[in-house]
C-alpha cells in the first residue's frame, strides 16, 4: 500500500509540475508556482510551520525576485532535464525522502541523514592548494558494487539525496552514470573541478534526469589559477558553455578564504556568474584540515562579519541577486547549528570510513565491514548528536572550528581513529590550530547573535556525555 501512495503521490506533484512548466512568463505561471508551493505543504504536512510556505508564497507571488528566477530557470533549461530535477532532488529526496527518513530515526532511535556525501575516488587531475582530499592517497575507491549497496540501503532508511567530492569524482563518471540510471528515485551532486565534462557526458545527463555538477572555482582566472593550476579556470568557463548550450543545470562551489572573500562576493563576480547561466553557489568557510594546511588562508573575524551579511543581502527577496546562495558556516542558525554527524548528513570516503563531516576525519565504523545502518549506529555519531548544537550560539556552529574542545573530548570518548591512511592528523593537533580562531570569533559572533537575538547570554559551553 505504501508503495500505491507514494507512486500516486509523485504522479501527482509531477503533475502539477508540469503544468507550470508550460504556462506562459508572466501571473499564471506566478499562480503556478504557488500551486507548487501549495503541493509540498500537502506532503509535507507539518514538517515546516505555516509561515514557512506563507513566505515561500509571498516570494513567488506578483512577479518577485524568485518568481524572475525561476522564470529565467526554465526558459534556458531543457524541460524534461529540470522535471526529473525536481523530481529526483525534489520530491524523492527534499519531501518524501526526507519524510521518510524522520520515520526511520523514530523507529532506529537515531537521527538518519537527509543527505550523504561519499567519495567514489581519492583520485584527482588537479592537486589545489590547501585541499583536505589531497590528504588522502591517491589511488582509494568505492567500487561500483560499493556505491550501489551504499544508495540502495540508504534507500531503505529514506535516503534519496546523495553528494559526491573526491578526489575528483568525474575520474568515475561511467559508473556515477550507471548508478544515477540505476537509482533513478534519487538525485545525485557532483563536487567537480569541472575539467572533465565533455559532450557524452552531457548527454549522459540529459537521459538520467537526476545529475547536477556544482563546480570549484576561487574568483577569476587570476585567483582560481593561482590555487588549482593555469589554465584551469578557462577550462571551467568552457564546461559551463557546454552545460548551458545543453540546456542543463549547474552551480559553483567557491571556499572563500582570507584572500579571496572580496572577489567572490562582489557584484561583479556575481553578476559574471549569472551571465554565465549559474544557478546556485555553495559558499564553504576554509577549514584547516590535513598536517599540512594553510593558516594564513583563514579568514579574520571582520571578514567572517562581512560574509554573514552579505550573503543576506544577495539572497534576499528584494533586491539582491537572481542566484540561490547558501554559507555553510554562517547559515547555521537556520538549520539549528553543526547538521554532520548523522543529523542531516555524514561522509564516506574513498576508503569507506564513515566519517561525522567531509572534514572531520575521525572514525569507527566502515561500509565494508559493517551495514550502512550500523555505521550511523557508531559511537562518534551517537556523541554527536548527544551534544548538538555545540553551541547556544548557532553561528559557532562546528565542534572543529568554534568549539574544538568539544571535538577532542567526542574523539576521546569514542575512541574514534584518524580515517586519513596518508598522513594521519590527531584530533588535538587539528583542534589546536582552532584554538585561536575560535576565541577571535566567539566575541564577533556573540554581538552579532545576540543582535537579533535580545535577551542572550553566552554561558559556558556544557559537554553531555554518557
Given at each position: 500500500?505504501?508503495?500505491?501512495?507514494h507512486a500516486a503521490e509523485r504522479k501527482a506533484f509531477e503533475l502539477v509540475l508540469r503544468n507550470v512548466l508550460k504556462k506562459k512568463k508572466g501571473s499564471d505561471r506566478d499562480?503556478?508556482?504557488?500551486?507548487?508551493?501549495?503541493?509540498?505543504?500537502?506532503?509535507?504536512?507539518?514538517?515546516?510551520?505555516?509561515?514557512?510556505?506563507?513566505?515561500?508564497?509571498?516570494?513567488?507571488?506578483?512577479?518577485?525576485?524568485?518568481?524572475?528566477?525561476?522564470?529565467?530557470?526554465?526558459?534556458?533549461?531543457?524541460?524534461?532535464?529540470?522535471?526529473?530535477?525536481?523530481?529526483?532532488?525534489?520530491?524523492?529526496?527534499?519531501?518524501?525522502?526526507?519524510?521518510?527518513?524522520?520515520?526511520?530515526?523514530?523507529?532506529?532511535?537515531?537521527?538518519?541523514?537527509?543527505?550523504?556525501?561519499?567519495?567514489?575516488?581519492?583520485?584527482?587531475?588537479?592537486?589545489?592548494?590547501?585541499?583536505?582530499?589531497?590528504?588522502?592517497?591517491?589511488?582509494?575507491?568505492?567500487?561500483?558494487?560499493?556505491?550501489?549497496?551504499?544508495v540502495t540501503q540508504g534507500k531503505e532508511l529514506g535516503v534519496h539525496f546523495y553528494v559526491m567530492t573526491g578526489g575528483e569524482p568525474m575520474v568515475r563518471k561511467d559508473d556515477?552514470?550507471?548508478?544515477?540510471?540505476?537509482?533513478?528515485?534519487?538525485?545525485?551532486?557532483?563536487?567537480?573541478?569541472?575539467?572533465?565534462?565533455?559532450?557524452?557526458f552531457c548527454d549522459d545527463m540529459r537521459r538520467c534526469k537526476n545529475i547536477v555538477l556544482s563546480m570549484s572555482i576561487e574568483g577569476f582566472s587570476e585567483a582560481t589559477d593561482?590555487?588549482?593550476?593555469?589554465?584551469?579556470?578557462?577550462?571551467?568557463?568552457?564546461?559551463?558553455?557546454?552545460?548551458?548550450?545543453?540546456?542543463?543545470?549547474?552551480?559553483?562551489?567557491?571556499?572563500?578564504?582570507?584572500?579571496?572573500?572580496?572577489?567572490?562576493?562582489?557584484?561583479?563576480?556575481?553578476?559574471?556568474?549569472?551571465?554565465?547561466?549559474?544557478?546556485?553557489?555553495?559558499?564553504?568557510?576554509?577549514?584547516?584540515?590535513?598536517?599540512?594546511?594553510?593558516?594564513?588562508?583563514?579568514?579574520?573575524?571582520?571578514?567572517?562579519?562581512?560574509?554573514?551579511?552579505?550573503?543576506?543581502?544577495?539572497?534576499?527577496?528584494?533586491?539582491?541577486?537572481?542566484?540561490?546562495?547558501?554559507?555553510?558556516?554562517?547559515?547555521?542558525?537556520?538549520?539549528?547549528?553543526?547538521?554532520?554527524?548523522?543529523?542531516?548528513?555524514?561522509?564516506?570516503?574513498?576508503?569507506?570510513?564513515?566519517?561525522?563531516?567531509?572534514?572531520?576525519?575521525?572514525?569507527?565504523?566502515?561500509?565494508?565491514?559493517?551495514?550502512?545502518?550500523?555505521?550511523?549506529?557508531?559511537?562518534?555519531?551517537?556523541?554527536?548528536?548527544?551534544?548538538?548544537?555545540?553551541?547556544?550560539?548557532?553561528?559557532?556552529?562546528?565542534?572543529?572550528?568554534?568549539?574544538?574542545?568539544?571535538?577532542?573530548?567526542?574523539?576521546?570518548?569514542?575512541?574514534?581513529?584518524?580515517?586519513?591512511?596518508?598522513?594521519?592528523?590527531?584530533?588535538?593537533?587539528?583542534?589546536?590550530?582552532?584554538?585561536?580562531?575560535?576565541?577571535?570569533?566567539?566575541?564577533?559572533?556573540?554581538?552579532?547573535?545576540?543582535?537579533?537575538?535580545?535577551?542572550?547570554?553566552?554561558?559556558?559551553?556544557?559537554?553531555?556525555?554518557?
Amino acid at each position: 500500500m505504501a508503495s500505491i501512495a507514494h507512486a500516486a503521490e509523485r504522479k501527482a506533484f509531477e503533475l502539477v509540475l508540469r503544468n507550470v512548466l508550460k504556462k506562459k512568463k508572466g501571473s499564471d505561471r506566478d499562480e503556478g508556482y504557488v500551486d507548487v508551493i501549495n503541493a509540498i505543504e500537502k506532503l509535507q504536512g507539518d514538517t515546516w510551520p505555516p509561515e514557512a510556505y506563507e513566505r515561500l508564497r509571498k516570494g513567488f507571488s506578483q512577479g518577485g525576485k524568485w518568481a524572475q528566477f525561476f522564470d529565467n530557470l526554465i526558459a534556458n533549461t531543457d524541460t524534461d532535464f529540470l522535471t526529473g530535477l525536481f523530481m529526483s532532488f525534489g520530491f524523492e529526496g527534499g519531501f518524501t525522502g526526507y519524510r521518510q527518513t524522520q520515520k526511520t530515526s523514530k523507529k532506529e532511535g537515531i537521527r538518519i541523514p537527509w543527505v550523504i556525501l561519499f567519495d567514489p575516488t581519492s583520485a584527482c587531475n588537479l592537486h589545489c592548494t590547501g585541499c583536505w582530499a589531497a590528504e588522502y592517497k591517491h589511488r582509494l575507491n568505492l567500487t561500483y558494487e560499493d556505491m550501489d549497496s551504499l544508495v540502495t540501503q540508504g534507500k531503505e532508511l529514506g535516503v534519496h539525496f546523495y553528494v559526491m567530492t573526491g578526489g575528483e569524482p568525474m575520474v568515475r563518471k561511467d559508473d556515477i552514470i550507471r548508478l544515477a540510471e540505476k537509482h533513478y528515485d534519487c538525485g545525485f551532486m557532483l563536487f567537480t573541478n569541472g575539467t572533465l565534462v565533455d559532450q557524452k557526458f552531457c548527454d549522459d545527463m540529459r537521459r538520467c534526469k537526476n545529475i547536477v555538477l556544482s563546480m570549484s572555482i576561487e574568483g577569476f582566472s587570476e585567483a582560481t589559477d593561482s590555487r588549482r593550476g593555469k589554465g584551469v579556470f578557462d577550462k571551467v568557463m568552457k564546461t559551463m558553455d557546454l552545460l548551458h548550450d545543453n540546456g542543463l543545470v549547474y552551480g559553483t562551489s567557491i571556499c572563500y578564504t582570507r584572500n579571496n572573500i572580496d572577489s567572490v562576493t562582489s557584484d561583479e563576480f556575481l553578476d559574471f556568474l549569472i551571465s554565465k547561466g549559474v544557478t546556485f553557489s555553495w559558499y564553504f568557510h576554509y577549514m584547516p584540515v590535513g598536517n599540512d594546511a594553510a593558516l594564513e588562508l583563514l579568514p579574520t573575524p571582520e571578514q567572517r562579519e562581512y560574509m554573514y551579511h552579505r550573503i543576506r543581502e544577495i539572497r534576499s527577496y528584494e533586491g539582491g541577486k537572481p542566484i540561490f546562495t547558501i554559507d555553510f558556516q554562517n547559515d547555521g542558525e537556520f538549520v539549528g547549528g553543526c547538521i554532520a554527524g548523522g543529523k542531516n548528513y555524514c561522509h564516506i570516503n574513498p576508503n569507506g570510513d564513515v566519517e561525522p563531516c567531509v572534514f572531520i576525519h575521525y572514525s569507527s565504523a566502515n561500509i565494508h565491514d559493517k551495514s550502512l545502518l550500523e555505521c550511523l549506529k557508531q559511537p562518534l555519531f551517537q556523541v554527536y548528536q548527544q551534544n548538538q548544537p555545540f553551541n547556544k550560539n548557532l553561528l559557532q556552529p562546528c565542534p572543529m572550528l568554534e568549539n574544538p574542545d568539544l571535538l577532542r573530548k567526542m574523539v576521546e570518548q569514542t575512541g574514534a581513529k584518524s580515517t586519513d591512511m596518508m598522513s594521519p592528523e590527531s584530533c588535538e593537533h587539528l583542534c589546536g590550530k582552532c584554538d585561536k580562531y575560535a576565541a577571535e570569533w566567539e566575541d564577533t559572533a556573540d554581538k552579532l547573535w545576540s543582535s537579533n537575538h535580545p535577551g542572550f547570554v553566552q554561558d559556558q559551553k556544557n559537554y553531555r556525555a554518557e
